[in-house]
């Protein structure tokens, strides 16, 4: 899925999404969820780190 893409089903911007993925901008719990369901994943499976 692009950055594009997922921008779209999250509702923010693909710029936000370059910087949450480097990591010099942080978000909220309700973004996390709706990547989660972008990707038709539980959200703890998005945050299992270990996976």
Same mark, same amino acid.
């Given at each position: 899925?692009?950055? !594009? ?6 509702? @923010?911007?693909?710029?936000?999404? @370059?910087?949450?993925?480097?990591? /010099?901008? /942080?978000?909220? @719990? !309700?973004?996390? +969820? +709706? &990547?989660?369901?972008?990707? !038709?994943? +539980? ?5 299992? &780190?270990?996976?």
């Amino acid at each position: 899925m692009s950055q !594009d893409q997922l921008g779209f089903e999250v509702g @923010i911007r693909r710029e936000q999404i @370059i910087r949450i993925e480097a990591g /010099s901008q /942080s978000t909220g @719990i !309700d973004v996390l +969820k +709706k &990547f989660a369901d972008a990707f !038709d994943i +539980k959200l703890p499976e998005l945050l299992d &780190f270990d996976y």
